[in-house]
């Protein structure tokens, strides 16, 4: 079945530094999309991908969509203390209904 | 605030007992999803129902079901509970049908079972 794979699985940086994370599938996906999710709180939809090569940003967050399909990646610049927290990112099928898989997440920690 | 609303925020409950989790989704989204996320795990999907119907299934035990009322929103009953079934358990909701399908979660209940 449909499988992504996200990496890395955790990071631990200097608040200050970029980050960047990636999501590849050997599956081709319609949509992409990335959420953060806090400790105790539910996962918080951060930017959506609709078309392959689509570069999109929210604030210091830049996400696209790879030409292929398979991949996307998320980089966050200038990171901050509250930038904490697991990071998911979904790809999405729609074969006469929408199918959505999850990956397992990456973990940032962010030492001020 | 995503809109999603999940009650109750805490649970704490005994191994054999049975458990209802409420979830309203966002006005206007016909579609909800129930996902299972243990401690340090990714999100387990379990269950989606779209304007009352039963849409798809996931890694659902048969000691869990749900449902999806007439007003939109929905339940997820967990019975026989065992001390694996503590987590957070997350509904999220989706716009009618359109060409993307973008959920959104609520802020979850978490379940303990002692």
């Known amino acids: 079945g449909q499988q992504l794979n996200q990496s890395p699985q955790s990071m631990f940086i200097q608040e200050g530094e970029d980050v960047s994370m990636n999501c590849t599938s050997s599956s081709i996906f319609n949509t992409w999309l990335w959420y953060k999710q806090e400790p105790g709180e539910g996962p918080v939809l951060l930017i959506a991908?609709?078309?392959?090569?689509e570069l999109t940003s929210n604030g210091r967050l830049t996400a696209q969509f790879g030409i292929t399909r398979k991949d996307s990646f998320l980089n966050i610049s200038a990171s901050i203390p509250s930038d904490v927290g697991i990071y998911f990112c979904?790809?999405?099928?729609?074969?006469?209904?929408?199918?959505?898989?999850f990956g397992a997440g990456t973990r940032l920690f962010v030492k001020a | 605030d995503s809109g999603v609303t999940q009650t109750p925020k805490h649970l704490i409950t005994a191994t054999g007992q049975r458990v209802t989790l409420r979830c309203s989704p966002r006005s206007g989204d016909l579609s909800v999803y129930w996902y299972q996320q243990s401690l340090d795990q990714g999100l387990q999907f379990l269950i989606q129902?779209?304007?009352?119907?039963?849409?798809a299934k996931g890694n659902i035990l048969e000691r869990f079901s749900a449902q999806q009322f007439p007003d939109l929103h929905s339940e997820l009953n967990l019975s026989s509970l065992e001390l694996g079934d503590s987590a957070l358990y997350f509904c999220a909701s989706s716009p009618p049908r359109g060409s993307t399908d973008t959920q959104y979660f609520g802020p979850g209940t978490r379940l303990t079972v002692l």
């Open positions: 991908l609709y078309k392959a090569g």
């Open positions: 979904a790809g999405q099928v729609n074969t006469g209904g929408f199918k959505t898989i």
């Open positions: 129902y779209y304007n009352g119907e039963e849409r």
